[in-house]
């Protein structure tokens, strides 16, 4: 738990630095994740549902250029049958994107924003729940023991665009995973997908 408290502290730090002209933005949206295991050679793919809420904070840099820095909770799930057993899958995320922007300005209140930049992110809760012959089993894929086989710290690349009018946007891009999320190094776990969402200034 330490270290979660500690990547928050961090969080918070870099949400609240900037200058008295920061921009707010409140947000929703959907994002679903691919997760690709690789094993000797062959790979598999495996999809959980997302969705998320978050604010994020926009300095300007430049004339055009900004910065934003962003908190989201985002919540996975998926459930499949395996060997005649139900078997739900949950994952819970803190998600900090640090994205670079440039608006556009069509006039009439009509604005172009593409971003880019890395997303931190860094897992809470993760399990799978299931009742064989009735008895509720949790297997959680996390430990603070440090016997877990999964990471909870994923970073990714991230691009995408925003469509401003006035002071709500829409906008959707997609995630890169660029690390292992699994610690056995003969298995490779990377994650990935796209999202969507609504925002509005405030």
Request: a negative charge; proline letters at 2%; hydrophobic letters at 40%.
């Amino acid at each position: 738990m330490k270290k979660v408290f500690s990547f928050v502290a961090v969080a918070a730090a870099l949400l609240f630095a900037g200058n008295a002209n920061a921009q707010m933005n409140v947000s929703v949206g959907y994002m679903p994740e691919t997760i690709t295991t690789t094993m000797g050679g062959a790979s598999s793919d495996y999809s959980m549902n997302g969705f998320f809420v978050g604010f994020d904070y926009t300095n300007e840099l430049t004339a055009g250029l900004n910065l934003s820095v962003g908190l989201r909770g985002r919540y996975n799930t998926s459930s499949e049958t395996i060997l005649g057993v139900d078997v739900n899958h949950t994952q819970i995320v803190l998600d900090i994107p640090i994205l670079l922007n440039y608006g556009i300005d069509l006039g009439g209140g009509l604005k172009l924003v593409p971003f880019l930049g890395p997303t931190v992110s860094f897992a809470l809760v993760g399990n799978d729940k299931s009742s064989p012959l009735g008895v509720d089993v949790t297997t959680e894929w996390y430990g603070d023991d440090g016997d877990s086989d999964y990471s909870r710290l994923n970073l990714y690349g991230t691009a995408g665009l925003s469509i401003y009018f006035n002071q709500y946007r829409i906008f959707g891009g997609y995630n890169l995973g660029l690390l292992d999320l699994h610690k056995n190094s003969n298995v490779e776990k990377k994650s990935s997908g796209f999202f969507v969402g609504l925002g509005m200034d405030i």
